[in-house]
Nanobody, 116 residues
Framework: QVQLVESGGDLVQPGGSLRLSCTASGSIFERATMRWYRQAPGQQRELVAS???????IYADSVKGRFTISRDNAKNTVYLQMNSLKPEDTAVYYC??????????WGQGTQVTVSS
């Protein structure tokens, strides 16, 4: 059974940084497009960043230049480095693994709160 386990969410002041991690169990990681989504209260879930093996990362306009997605295939882990955080980045962040555009796996989510 595939599991995605996220960690790293926290309360941080505006301008601060956090690094989220998502580790995948099972044998899917090397075949998966890995994505980070977020969902703020009362808002729809939105795509934040995406990374495929051998491809260039893709970012939402709202996080370009501030967030960096990376993957360590040896550790089955994808990261989201978040710098210059803003209050509007406050949300639950979800890790997603997509296999050939057909199958999706989701993590349980990790809360990021940006507030002074």
């Amino acid at each position: 059974q595939v599991q995605l386990v996220e960690s790293g969410g926290d309360l941080v002041q505006p301008g601060g940084s956090l690094r989220l991690s998502c580790t995948a169990s099972g044998s899917i990681f090397e075949r998966a497009t890995m994505r980070w989504y977020r969902q703020a209260p009362g808002q729809q879930r939105e795509l934040v960043a995406s990374i495929i093996i051998g491809g260039s990362p893709i970012y939402a306009d709202s996080v370009k230049g501030r967030f960096t997605i990376s993957r360590d295939n040896a550790k089955n882990t994808v990261y989201l480095q978040m710098n210059s955080l803003k209050p509007e980045d406050t949300a639950v962040y979800y890790c997603n693994a997509n296999i050939f555009g057909i199958t999706n796996y989701w993590g349980q989510g990790t809360q990021v709160t940006v507030s002074s």
